[in-house]
């Protein structure tokens, strides 16, 4: 086995949000409809997941049919922040290539339209699909 598989098969971790969460993100996504949303998700980093519990509107977020973005270095200075959120109107959850070339954190989180809990998807920096469930 090759170091890098070695260190894939160690980190692999899946993503559990709460529900509130989940239906924050949902909320969030149809009100920007038809342009893009996008939102920080606060969490903790746990050894076998990532817990998803906030999420928080970027300040001077931009949003259009087909980005949407925000200055990272107005961001204040939280540990708690572990990547973003954002919405596709176009029916595609997958990440764009500007997606991964401005990815923030340690996972992204993707869902599109028609905005449900099986549209949602997680992303880790490198475009790889990271499970996502959502807390009972």
Known sequence: MSKKQDKQDRVRKYIQLTPQVADGLI??????HPDEGI?????ENKKDRIL???LV???????G???????????PMDLS?????????NGS????????????????IIIC?????????????????VEISIMA
Request: proline share 9%; hydrophobic share 25%; glycine share 8%.
């Open 39 to 43: 939102l920080i998700l606060q969490g």
């Open 81 to 89: 922040y572990i990547g973003t959120a954002h919405s596709h109107p």
């Open 113 to 129: 339209h028609p905005y449900q809990y099986e549209n949602i998807a997680a992303y880790d920096r490198d475009g790889n699909n």
């Open 65 to 75: 049919p087909y980005y949407s973005g925000f200055p990272i270095n107005e961001l």
């Open 93 to 108: 959850n997958k990440p764009s290539l500007e997606d991964l070339n401005h990815f923030y954190g340690t996972i992204s």
């Open 52 to 54: 998803i519990n906030g």
């Open 57 to 63: 509107i970027p300040p001077f977020s931009s949003h």
């Open 27 to 32: 909320t969030y996504s149809k009100t920007w």
